[in-house]
């Protein structure tokens, strides 16, 4: 007596392989589609963290510039006379060496770093001294730490340097616009140039542009606004 024999036939077996073929490509296709998201989404976060560091790091220097005490006449004994340079142009940019000049009040606890010192008693007197030549503050005076900052884009390395230290890599483009007034008195702004009077300014626009190199995300312009709170020129 013939017994049929159980199993699965050559047929069965091929679309059984078909089948968890195409299985393996869909799950392949939904495991490289999620990894692209997630570096994507990561490269983005990225670009955007190292901006709002860079860009929120100049804007406090901008509100700051131009802080040099409490009166508004300071005598210059620094070395060679360079503080007068810094108390009548505190923003600086050079659109030639695409470099950003700020010379601002220190915001950090370390002043060892720092460009001057202004010692002022905020009634009568307020003196200028290079680091390190500065004599004690007298009785009744203190002493403001200031810095010089110097921001600049090299397009050839597309870096942004502070100092002269790299800073931020992967930098595009970089641009800096002042926002003016109509006059010397006028408070609100009437236009933004790249070569203004500092009196008449009264913001500063900061453009920078991201890339990632790995081209895992597109590139981001990213644009603020500071203002200046403290009256230059």
């Known amino acids: 007596m013939m017994r049929h024999a159980n199993g699965f036939g050559l047929v069965e077996i091929m679309l059984a392989l078909l089948l968890g073929l195409v299985m393996s490509l869909a799950l392949t296709q939904i495991f490289a589609t999620t990894k692209s998201t997630y570096l994507s989404q990561t490269s983005s976060a990225s670009l955007q963290e190292d901006a709002r560091f860079v860009l929120a790091k100049i804007t406090q220097e901008v509100r700051l510039a131009g802080m040099f005490g409490c009166l508004g006449r300071v005598e210059d004994k620094s070395r060679g006379g360079q503080f007068s340079r810094a108390f009548h142009a505190p923003v600086e940019w050079n659109a030639q060496q695409r470099s950003l000049t700020l010379n601002t009040a ?52 597309e870096e942004l340097a502070l100092n ?10 970089f ?47 990213f644009n603020v606004v500071a203002a200046i709170r403290n009256r230059l020129g």
């Not at 001294?129 to 390395?157: D, M, S």
């Not at 002269?164 to 890599?169: A, E, I, R």
């Open 106 to 157: 220190a915001i950090d606890a370390d002043r060892s770093w720092h460009t001057w010192e202004v010692h002022t008693d905020c009634a009568s007197s307020a003196t200028a001294w290079t680091r390190g030549g500065a004599p004690k503050p007298a009785e009744g005076e203190i002493a403001l730490a200031v810095h010089r900052q110097i921001y600049r884009f090299n397009l050839e390395r």
């Open 175 to 221: 641009s800096v616009l002042f926002g003016v007034a109509s006059g010397v008195n006028a408070k609100g702004i009437a236009r933004y140039t790249a070569q203004p009077d500092p009196a008449m300014i009264r913001s500063v626009r900061l453009t920078m542009t991201l890339y990632d190199p790995a081209d895992r995300t597109q590139e981001y312009t």
């Open 164 to 173: 002269g230290q790299p800073l931020l890599s992967n930098v595009r483009a």
